[in-house]
């Protein structure tokens, strides 16, 4: 059974950092990619960013782009979302995501199966 566990959301003011993690169990981790997708209150689900299963390619949204970057540790089935220079509008629900099948690189969320519970990240203006 395959489990993602987000942690690390909470309050920041503006211009603040962060920095989620999801660890992954159940999977052969270092054969995924891995998303990262947010929601914000009354919004559609977005697309934040991705990387790759060996971690050597990495793609962002235009909109946090240069703010945000992502990482993973293969030893220890784990990806990371470093978020700097937070705004109001990065207030969301983070999830991390992995595909339905390994070595595969997709950032429309349809194509991803398992998906963490989420963790709420708010920026205070």
């Known amino acids: 059974q395959v489990q993602l566990v987000e942690s690390g959301g909470g309050l920041v003011v503006t211009g603040g950092s962060l920095r989620l993690s999801c660890e992954a169990s159940g999977l052969t981790f270092r054969s995924y990619s891995m998303g990262w997708f947010r929601q914000a209150p009354g919004k559609e689900r977005e697309f934040v960013g991705l990387?790759?299963?060996?971690?050597?390619?990495?793609y962002y949204a235009d909109s946090v782009k240069g703010r945000f970057s992502i990482s993973r540790d293969n030893d220890k089935n784990t990806v990371y979302l470093q978020m700097n220079s937070l705004k109001p509008e990065d207030t969301a629900v983070y999830y991390c995501a992995a595909p339905g099948e390994a070595n595969v690189v997709l950032t429309a969320q349809g194509g991803y199966k398992y998906w963490g519970q989420g963790t709420q990240v708010t920026v205070s203006s």
């Open positions: 990387i790759t299963w060996s971690g050597g390619s990495t």
